[in-house]
């Protein structure tokens, strides 16, 4: 039997009783286990190097954004922030990456 259920449906199970009264469970829908990809060793490091990507790309994002709006409200406007423009995407950058101490300790 074929069943349609949303993804946050974990399991269903129809408990019915057998004729001494007994009550009788019966799974219709189960999760399919899914094998890990990639070495224990590397799972250790992937999470700490996905964290600097993540926050490298929230760097480049809030830059481009700012470096945008500052060409807009002036003529050659980048030039003029460009310090002011650098410490702020780093800041939300750092702030996004936390973590780049632990890709220092998986590495050594």
């Known amino acids: 039997m074929s069943l349609r259920l949303p993804e946050s449906v974990r399991s269903v199970i ?3 009783p057998d004729p ?3 009550m ?3 799974t219709l829908h189960e999760p399919e ?3 890990a990809k990639g070495s224990k060793r590397m799972r250790a490091m992937e999470r700490p190097v996905v ?4 926050g490298l790309r929230e760097f480049a994002n809030a830059y481009l954004d700012r470096h945008d709006r500052s060409n807009e409200k002036k003529k050659n406007g980048w030039v003029r922030d ?3 423009n650098l410490y ?4 939300k950058g750092m702030k996004k990456l936390r973590v ?3 890709v220092v300790r998986v590495f050594m």
């Open 14 to 16: 129809v408990l019915r």
């Open 20 to 22: 001494s009264g007994q």
């Open 24 to 26: 009788i469970s019966t």
């Open 33 to 35: 286990k899914k094998k």
């Open 51 to 54: 964290n600097t990507a993540k």
């Open 82 to 84: 460009l310090g002011y």
């Open 88 to 91: 702020k995407a780093d800041m």
């Open 100 to 102: 780049m101490d632990n």
